[in-house]
């Protein structure tokens, strides 16, 4: 039971980033905006998480008790973004999309770390709990992709703003469970886990692995639309992404002992750069832009598995909350914002294929350095010693 109210909260977080990733650059241009003011409106998006999850974080971490945090923040963020409805101008959008996200972006890491002391010592089984917010996401690119282009994009904030209140009213129903775990001397300190040569190489290449995802978030769509794509297959384009990455977590249990974590990770930032680099010079051909959407299996869905599995094991006891976040602002928020930015800014000047071939320079980047530094073993003797 406890399974199924944790997947709710996975599908409607993630049925709100089906709607608002694809479909919010297209929305905002249908209200005149341009590639540079898209790319700041998205970096505002993501740019939050550089401190709400931190926030958050050291809130839930203070109290002991996160879903009260949750609840909070995801009531807050319902309440927030309905002012979308109030205004279309860019200062408005700036300052609602700056108060909606530092809630919305709060969530997330508080409850991964919830799911993970739910399921103890079935901590393999977190990718079958976190696929359905990958379900989540299908079911809204593939339905909104049609129905916008026919009945308009104007639908859109309606359409987030439900599915925000579906969750919050998700979070209700979720139980408290604390970490359990043994705590290492010294767990309480965050800068002391900060330290460590091999926490350090993981922030690094989450950091650019996720700046290389800035212009897929912000432009992929408008890049498809120019090219002459439709909303439908625009729509199963980027589910077919998302398809991939369910057989991923489905897979993890079984991959994850047989692999190792660090090898995981540098298939995952090596496919990445690949992707990348067959979107910049083969968009406008199908049978490629399907292997293409296929590889979000490894660019996002192995990717983030192994990386909330290396942070689970890093930040124990008192922090763990404040790892997840760090986690989340360092990757999503910051990467993201600074990929969202630079998408946006060269969009224009030097065009879409230069602008993913730098992409996947940075996930070349993240590569080297997870060579470099991350953990050869999997022991608990890497975050005790």
């Not at 039971?1 to 694809?22: D, E, K, N, W």
């Not at 297209?26 to 709400?52: D, N, Q, V, W």
């Not at 408005?92 to 103890?120: C, D, I, K, R, Y």
């Not at 750069?273 to 296929?294: E, H, M, S, T």
Request: charged fraction near 10%; proline fraction near 5%; include cysteine.
């Amino acid at each position: 039971m406890i399974g199924l109210r944790l997947s709710s909260f996975y599908f409607f977080y993630f049925a709100v980033l089906g709607a608002l990733v694809p479909y919010w650059g297209p929305y905002l241009r249908s209200l005149g905006f341009g590639a540079s003011e898209i790319g700041e409106l998205m970096a505002i998006l993501l740019g939050t998480k550089l401190i709400a999850p931190y926030i958050w974080g050291w809130i839930a971490d203070r109290r002991g008790r996160r879903m009260p945090v949750i609840r909070l923040a995801g009531f807050l963020a319902v309440l927030s973004f309905g002012a979308v409805l109030l205004g279309d101008a860019y200062f408005w959008l700036a300052g609602v999309m700056l108060l909606f996200s530092f809630f919305w972006n709060a969530a997330l890491p508080q409850f991964e770390a919830v799911t993970l002391n739910h399921l103890g010592d079935r901590v393999s089984r977190y990718g079958r709990i976190r696929l359905w917010g990958s379900v989540g996401f299908i079911a809204s690119v593939v339905l909104l992709g049609p129905l916008l282009e026919n009945a308009g994009f104007r639908l859109l904030p309606w359409i987030v703003w439900g599915l925000l209140l579906a969750m919050w009213l998700g979070t209700l129903t979720v139980p408290e469970r604390g970490d359990d775990r043994p705590r290492p001397t010294g767990a309480g300190s965050v800068m002391a886990v900060l330290r460590r040569p091999e926490v350090i190489a993981l922030f690094m290449a989450c950091f650019l692995a996720k700046a290389s995802h800035g212009p897929y978030y912000g432009f992929f769509t408008l890049y498809l639309q120019d090219v002459g794509y439709g909303g439908t297959a625009i729509g199963w384009f980027w589910a077919l992404g998302v398809i991939a990455e369910i057989g991923v977590f489905l897979l993890m249990p079984r991959l994850m002992p047989w692999a190792g974590p660090r090898a995981l990770m540098l298939v995952a930032l090596g496919l990445t750069a690949l992707r990348w680099l067959l979107i910049a010079g083969f968009v406008d051909k199908i049978p490629v832009l399907i292997v293409a959407q296929l590889l979000h299996m490894a660019s996002f869905g192995l990717y983030h598995a192994v990386a909330v599995h290396f942070i689970h094991r890093f930040f124990t006891g008192p922090v763990q909350g404040r790892g997840q976040a760090l986690y989340s602002s360092l990757s999503f928020g910051a990467g993201g914002a600074v990929g969202s930015l630079a998408g946006g800014y060269l969009w224009d000047g030097v065009g879409p294929s230069v602008v993913f071939m730098s992409a996947a320079a940075s996930a070349a980047v993240a590569f080297a350095i997870a060579w470099w530094g991350l953990p050869r073993r999997d022991e608990s003797a890497i975050i005790h010693r």
